[in-house]
């Protein structure tokens, strides 16, 4: 999304709806709680890696 948007983080009211039907999804955690301070339902996407 911040990359149609050409933001480095888009906020809720940029997409148009209320930060409670929202979710931002991202690799690294320390970037979710300032997304959760607003609302909006965060999730810590990890990537598992076979070898």
Do not use: N, S, W, Y
């Not at 709806?17 to 955690?29: G, K, Q, T, W």
């Amino acid at each position: 999304m911040a990359a149609l948007v050409r933001r480095h983080r888009p906020t809720p009211d940029l997409i148009g709806l209320p930060a409670e039907r929202c979710v931002f999804v991202d690799d690294h955690a320390q970037k979710l709680p300032p997304a959760a301070e607003l609302g909006v339902t965060t999730v810590h996407a990890q990537v598992r890696t076979r070898l």
